[in-house]
T-cell receptor, first 114, second 115 residues
Framework: DAGVTQSPTHLIKTRGQQVTLRCSPKSGHDTVSWYQQALGQGPQFIFQYYEEEERQRGNFPDRFSGHQFPNYSSELNVNALLLGDSALYLC?????????????FGQGTRLTVV | AQKVTQAQTEISVVEKEDVTLDCVYETRDTTYYLFWYKQPPSGELVFLIRRNSFDEQNEISGRYSWNFQKSTSSFNFTITASQVVDSAVYFCALSEAKVGNDMRFGAGTRLTVKP
């Protein structure tokens, strides 16, 4: 049973560019959440997708956007990259429900903005 | 507003020692969930435990145990007879019982177990 898979694993981009990160949820899961983890810090919630719609959003600017496809996979897009966007981006999948659902995480995409 | 505090930034122990990782949380909700995750160098967050706010029973799983005390808003994690493979960053997280499953993480505690 494949767990949560993310691609790519590493990425280097230049300031001002745009980036797309991808996530395939664990089999049977229909909800995908994205987190940003800066070096030495805990993950911070970016947004969550369910039924192809953004259901909840954390305190991130509109430069961060996402999408969920009918097969439940998801993309995270970041426009106009800043140096401060350098971080590990984690995708988590879970089953629909209220808070408290066990979330399974992928290994993350490490984004470096230069 | 919800908040999770892990006051211990780094802990270093020698193998076979017991170690406790502290977690203090804040929430206005009466129904919420607490989690512990382990993050090895590979980066993936590994789920360890989930506890809901109505279940204050302590739990033991092998060398791992958790102490949940609502009176002090704490959810501490103890590793008994630590091993080198326990070396990782450990995160405590809080999720309120609402649609969206937004988890608020603490800053993490880096545990190093030396042989």
């Amino acid at each position: 049973d494949a767990g949560v898979t993310q691609s790519p694993t590493h990425l280097i981009k230049t300031r001002g560019q745009q980036v797309t990160l991808r996530c395939s949820p664990k089999s049977g899961h229909d909800t995908v959440s994205w987190y940003q983890q800066a070096l030495g810090q805990g993950p911070q919630f970016i947004f969550q997708y369910y039924e192809e719609e953004e259901r909840q959003r954390g305190n991130f600017p509109d430069r961060f956007s996402g999408h969920q496809f009918p097969n439940y996979s998801s993309e995270l897009n970041v426009n106009a990259l800043l140096l401060g966007d350098s971080a590990l981006y984690l995708c988590a999948s879970s089953l629909v429900g209220t808070g408290g659902s066990e979330a399974f995480f992928g290994q993350g995409t490490r984004l470096t903005v230069v | 507003a919800q908040k999770v505090t892990q006051a211990q930034t780094e802990i270093s122990v020698v193998e076979k020692e017991d170690v406790t990782l502290d977690c203090v949380y804040e929430t206005r909700d009466t129904t919420y969930y607490l989690f512990w995750y382990k993050q090895p160098p590979s980066g993936e967050l590994v789920f360890l435990i989930r506890r809901n706010s109505f279940d204050e029973q302590n739990e033991i799983s092998g060398r791992y145990s958790w102490n949940f005390q609502k009176s002090t808003s704490s959810f501490n994690f103890t590793i008994t007879a630590s091993q080198v493979v326990d070396s990782a960053v450990y995160f405590c997280a809080l999720s309120e019982a609402k649609v969206g499953n937004d988890m608020r993480f603490g800053a993490g505690t880096r545990l190093t177990v030396k042989p």
